[in-house]
């Protein structure tokens, strides 16, 4: 074979060798090439998709991140009227229901030192009514408690309270306990709390003295007296204190409770009654009569 003959062949297979390497090579590129064009071409996320989907509908005042205990207590020591629409929204809203309870509390002392309760009675009563959570359900009772007992309902009612018999040991006596108010009350209850034994310093037990029904359950109309009656056995002589309590239920929360005392001097042949509105008045009254 001729030397040109082989030098022919040599850059042949150089060329063959270079084309296939060549073809070999490209594959990852082209591969690599592809893939960087699929990245490129791939819609990046927009911004107004990313906002809907991170953004809530709605912004409320629980999830600022200052309304916290130490934000109630703040709250708290201003005693700024103004507060509670906040404090209502926090006890709607928050997640914590330690915050919401503690809110209702302060809610409430805002409330009645700055003779705002009209304001958040209806508010607390639905929160009583409605609300799940048992804590925060506990003390929107409770704080109804509290503010009937600086600011009790105006009913227009009236007691009165006598006794019918003859006042003497062995002898039955009727309590006659009547009640008007200036409202419909659809249920009223009156009943006698405990009678007392006051000569020997004792309580003694209802069911021994008491023999009729206790308590009394009344509907009351508007300006329409209603009566209650208590049969008590004066079984021996001395002094008794006899507690009666009306409480005029008003809604599901909201109530009035009204006491009145009765005073019994039990002799063997006569005897006296006394009926005061407190323990001091009826004190007084008893010390002027027996002075």
């Not at 850059?11 to 060549?22: E, W």
């Not at 201003?78 to 330690?98: A, C, M, Q």
């Not at 109804?144 to 309902?153: A, G, H, N, S, T």
């Not at 009678?195 to 209802?206: E, L, S, W």
Request: proline share 5%.
């Amino acid at each position: 074979m001729s030397r040109a003959v082989i030098i022919i062949v040599v850059v042949l297979l150089c060329a063959v060798g270079i084309f296939l390497a060549l073809n070999y090579l490209s594959i990852p590129l082209i591969t690599q090439q592809s893939t960087s064009t699929m990245t490129t071409i791939t819609p990046p996320i927009t911004t107004e998709t990313t906002t809907k989907t991170t953004t809530p509908l709605t912004t409320t005042s629980w999830e600022k991140p200052q309304v916290n205990i130490e934000y109630l207590e703040k709250i708290h020591n201003s005693l700024d009227p103004e507060s509670i629409p906040e404090l209502k929204d926090i006890i709607l809203n928050h997640p914590d229901n330690y915050v919401r309870e503690r809110a209702v509390f302060i809610l409430t002392d805002i409330a009645i030192r700055s003779n705002k309760v009209d304001e958040v009675i209806d508010f607390l009563k639905q929160i009583a009514y409605n609300e799940e959570n048992d804590e925060v359900r506990t003390a929107a009772y409770a704080n109804l408690d509290l503010i009937r007992k600086y600011y009790p309902v105006e009913l227009g009612e009236s007691i009165e309270i006598r006794i019918e018999g003859e006042i003497k040991k062995g002898n039955n006596v009727t309590l006659i306990v009547i009640v008007s108010t200036q409202k419909d009350i659809p249920q009223a209850v009156v009943g006698i709390k405990r009678i007392v034994n006051m000569t020997a310093g004792a309580q003694t037990p209802v069911i021994t003295m008491l023999r009729s029904m206790n308590p009394v359950w009344l509907s009351i109309r508007a300006e329409t007296p209603e009566k209650a009656t208590f049969i008590i056995y004066l079984e021996s002589e001395g002094e008794y204190l006899v507690p009666c309590v009306l409480k005029l239920n008003i809604d599901r929360s909201d109530y009035k409770i009204i006491e009145k005392f009765v005073y019994l001097k039990v002799g063997k042949d006569e005897g006296a009654y006394i009926v005061a509105d407190n323990l001091d008045a009826l004190i007084t009254e008893i010390t002027s009569t027996t002075t």
